[in-house]
């Protein structure tokens, strides 16, 4: 028989059970489909995780000051950025975490915003970046939404519901059914040939892996427009997302959310914000806004977010190594008085694990070991996608794909038709693929001819 024969062919006979069949021919069809968009978010994530240490490198002629003996104030060091952007708005300032960093201030110009870092001792400016073109801001556009907007951040969350699937098939298919033997389970066996070889460092190295891309996936998803938007409105509707305590005085009329105003922490995103009371004609000064900020002990490094009309508030915001330190801080704009402080503490049991969930994936909540870790599991799914694909190519027939093939006892799968409908309906995009699936099988693959020999083979 030819040696080219497809694995499908091979495996057929020495594995009957239906079950084994589905959980195979799904496993194979999500690694084709996710198997390069998740190379894609391994790489960008592994260097994403090293963000400041990579910015520090960088923008270290923007960053770094000599410290002197008295600071400008915030309203003299926003007046010093200003006269590079003369027809600007100032949006956001955000004084420096110590006394050798520089102060940073956002200023809106025509359809871009800018940042400009200002000495806070001489008001001298040390350089000025476009937002959207610093190389960390690509970096996560790319990682987010592969730079492409809506369509590409539900390309992302489709392609990480899917590796769920992946991982939970792989186990199935991983599992030892021969008791005592740890080659081909947890070590790889390396005198039994290369096309078992190469099983082997697919396999293996992937369930060693399994609970770290089990994890990144799930703490990836909350930044996600379909799924994470539906948890946080699920959480807000539902009454375990902000609680009432977190107001001074009423709960606000407005119907902006935080994340309308401000980039604020994943639990404050869809938080109401409150309205300013309008009280005299001057609003408070930035350098009072500092003050209270100092007052109430936010975490250094965090940004302000000036009111942009007359019933806006100031924001605070602050985005810490560790999720125990976030803070959200709406300021009337008029009489300083502080309308919402929220913080971690505040969080409901579902805000807390999302983001403990999303410093652990940023690779900053243990700081250099975690980002270790983070980089350790990112190399391990490019190494595991790879292996994957040459395993195919070994396999593949030269022609088709190689498909596992379909049970012919549909009556014994019905169990995993349910957890089917299952993903299908707790991730709405694999439910909709799964259905645009069915239907080109029915009406184009089983009619063409071509396409039916191709996905048989």
């Known amino acids: ?27 194979f069809y999500a690694g084709l489909i996710v198997a390069p968009f998740l190379i894609i978010l391994a790489v960008t994530g592994g260097i994403y995780l090293f963000k400041p240490q990579i910015e520090e490198l960088i923008y270290q002629d923007y960053y770094h000051v000599t410290p002197q003996k008295e600071k400008l104030s915030p309203e003299q060091q926003i ?33 871009a915003t800018y940042t400009v ?23 996560e556009a790319l990682h987010g939404e592969l730079m492409a907007g809506t369509i590409g951040d539900r390309i992302v969350e489709l392609a990480a519901c899917w590796s769920i699937i992946l991982i939970v098939t792989g186990i199935y298919l991983w599992w030892p059914r021969k008791s005592g033997k740890l080659t081909g389970v947890l070590l790889p066996r390396l005198s039994k040939g290369k096309k078992v070889l190469w099983r082997d460092l697919h396999a293996v190295p992937a369930f060693w892996l399994s609970a770290g891309m089990f994890f990144l996936i799930i703490t990836g998803l909350p930044w996600s427009g379909l799924w994470g938007n539906t948890v946080q409105t699920l959480a807000t509707n539902s009454g375990i997302g902000y609680p009432p305590s977190i107001w001074v005085g009423e709960k606000p009329a407005s119907d902006v959310t935080a994340k309308e105003v401000a980039d ?29 900020a100092e007052e109430r ?11 942009q009309e007359p019933k806006g508030v100031f924001t605070l915001s602050v985005f810490p190594p ?32 999302i983001a403990l969930g999303i410093t652990l994936h940023k690779g900053s909540q243990f700081g250099f070991v975690n980002q270790l870790i ?41 169990p995993l038709v349910l957890i089917m409908i299952f993903f299908g309906l707790f991730f709405p995009l694999v439910g909709l693929s799964l259905i645009a699936v069915l239907l080109l099988d029915r009406f184009m693959i089983r009619r063409i001819s071509v396409l039916r020999s191709f996905f048989s083979a």
């Open 374 to 414: 983070g980089l350790a599991i990112c190399i391990g799914i490019v190494s595991v996608s790879v292996s994957g694909f040459v395993l195919w190519r070994k396999r593949k027939p030269k022609s088709g794909l190689g498909v596992p093939p379909a049970p012919k006892n549909k009556k014994t799968i019905k």
């Open 1 to 27: 028989m030819n040696e080219t024969r497809s694995l499908s062919q091979k495996e057929s006979k020495r594995f009957k059970p239906p079950i084994y069949q589905t959980f195979w021919r799904w496993h």
């Open 117 to 139: 870092y200002v000495n806070p001792y001489s008001g001298n400016v040390m350089g000025t970046l476009e937002d959207q073109n610093k190389l960390m801001n690509r970096l």
């Open 297 to 307: 002990n936010v975490h250094s490094g965090y940004n302000v977010f000036f009111p």
């Open 264 to 292: 604020v922490p994943w639990a404050a995103e869809h938080m109401t914000v409150p309205q300013s009371r309008r009280q005299k004609d001057m609003s408070i000064s930035i350098n009072d806004v500092v003050g209270i």
């Open 322 to 353: 560790r999720a125990q330190d976030e803070a959200t801080v709406h300021i009337d704009q008029y009489t300083g008085g502080v309308l919402a402080d929220y913080r971690y503490q505040d969080y409901g049991a579902l805000g807390k694990s």
């Open 79 to 111: 007046a010093e950025a200003a006269k590079r952007y003369p027809d600007g708005k100032v949006v956001r300032f955000r004084p420096g975490e110590d006394d050798s960093r520089s102060s940073e201030v956002g200023i809106a110009a025509g359809d």
